[in-house]
């Protein structure tokens, strides 16, 4: 019997190289698909990849073929319609299209479509970005539970057992069992030969030894293939490991300012954050701050859709989300991040208040605030109140967004890899 192994680096999975390139080829398409996927989901919807539609006319490959004209020699199949001397017409130039019919809107065929695994889609997502300040001098005290391999053992349940372990046990117990056999056997069998040639088949010390080497081939073939001696299982134990984790606090103004249309800037910008801290971390927390004159902290639901009127006082959010750190997130156990989005509008009065919170109460307990500002006006008094504190800070970064187009260009900007 032949046994054959396949040891190619890709022998489970062939295609992994051919898929590869062609994500490699196309990678412009995927980025744009991947840059629009994130309109229709909820923030912390990211267990699934992204179904990616390229035109098929960017995956056409270039033919070579006859053009029409000129002279040829070709060889046509017997027919019953033409014999020789036959003059057979010129075909038209009008064969380059697809199909029988014409169509007036769009390409005649589909586009081809194709699913990015989640982690494919992920590594699309923040290629070239990085998280600042992305672990902290005191990691987290919270230890949880992981299962790791702790090598075999000889009881276990079925879906346990380890088959190449098992298979070299029950080899190595037939050898050392088969062994003193088969080197008698062997002895017997020299000694049946010489007796042959010297005697009869039938004397009385020859047909014993047939029956000795007889005996001998039972006993080695009774020696079972595998015994449950054999069996090792997969032994798998839970060790306490420390575990990275992180909150992020998302604030938004609600005021009657911030229409739809913003807070679905917000909703994506939020969202590119969530996804991006939870390459970098185990356990994620949200929490979700929304403030008109007072602030509440909401689900995600109402976070997004609820509708609210009133004015504006960013300090009240600012306030509640430093409670919430002292109460619930101790900054030596959590790596804390905010992202704060507004249109800038805020009572006057109230803007020193928000620099001060900022700068003497929450920066010193954050690992990163990033402060969005959705608006095509002129900066009002937050913006500038604002400054101040990133001079302070170099964790705190502020960008603004005009429009959706400018979302992603935007959270680049605010973490795009330092140089070393």
């Known amino acids: 019997m032949t046994q054959v192994i396949d040891r190619r680096l890709n022998g489970k999975n062939k295609s992994a190289v051919n898929r590869q390139r062609f994500i490699r080829r196309f990678k ?31 995956i056409s490959e270039p033919v070579i073929h006859h053009g029409p004209g000129g002279k040829r020699d070709m060889i046509h199949p017997g027919n019953k319609e033409f014999v020789k001397g036959d003059r057979v017409p010129r075909p038209g130039g ?67 057992i380890n088959v190449i372990r098992s298979l ?6 037939r050898i050392a069992l088969q062994s003193p056999y088969k080197k008698q ?47 090792r299982y997969n032994n798998r134990v839970k060790r306490q490991v420390p575990t990275t ?30 996804l991006f801290l939870t390459r970098n971390y185990e356990k994620i927390d949200l929490v979700f701050i929304r403030h008109h004159t007072i602030a509440l902290e909401v ?29 619930r997130y101790p900054s030596s156990d959590w790596n804390i991040y905010a992202a704060q989005a507004s249109d800038g509008d805020n009572w006057n009065d109230d803007s020193p208040l928000c620099r001060d919170l900022l700068r003497d109460s929450v920066m010193p307990l954050v690992q990163y605030y990033a402060y969005i500002e959705i608006t095509t006006d002129v900066h009002q008094n937050l913006w500038h109140e604002y400054l101040n504190v990133k001079k302070k800070y170099p964790n705190f970064a502020m960008q603004r967004i005009e429009g959706v187009q400018d979302i992603y260009p935007v959270f680049r900007k605010l973490f795009k890899k330092q140089a070393a």
Request: glycine share 6%; proline share 2%.
């Open 245 to 274: 984790q992180a909150v992020m606090f998302c604030l938004m103004d609600v005021s009657g300012s911030m229409d739809q249309e913003k807070k679905d800037i917000s909703k994506r910008f939020f969202m590119l954050l969530y």
């Open 185 to 231: 056997l062997q002895d017997k069998e020299r000694e049946l030969e010489d007796a042959l040639k010297l005697h009869g088949e039938y004397e009385p010390f020859v047909v014993e030894l047939k029956n000795e080497i007889k005996f001998l081939r039972k006993k080695i073939k009774a020696v079972p293939f595998i015994d449950e001696f054999d069996l």
């Open 299 to 327: 689900d995600e639901e109402d976070f997004f859709y609820s509708r609210e009127t009133g004015g504006t006082v960013v300090s009240s959010a600012l306030e509640l989300m430093h409670q919430i750190i002292e109460e």
């Open 94 to 160: 009008q064969g380059k299209g697809r199909g029988s019919k014409a169509s007036n809107s769009g390409e005649g065929e589909d586009d081809f479509t194709f699913e990015l695994s989640r982690d494919e889609f992920l590594e699309f997502f923040f290629e070239d970005l990085e998280l600042p300040d992305l672990v902290k001098t005191k990691l987290a005290k919270l230890e949880s539970q992981k299962t790791v391999r702790a090598g075999y053992t000889t009881a276990g349940i079925p879906t346990n």
């Open 28 to 58: 412009s398409q995927i980025r744009r698909a991947v840059s629009d996927a994130i309109a229709g989901r909820s923030i912390t919807d990211v267990e699934q990849g992204e179904n990616v539609r390229i035109p098929s006319k960017d």
């Open 168 to 173: 070299k046990g029950a080899l190595s117990r």
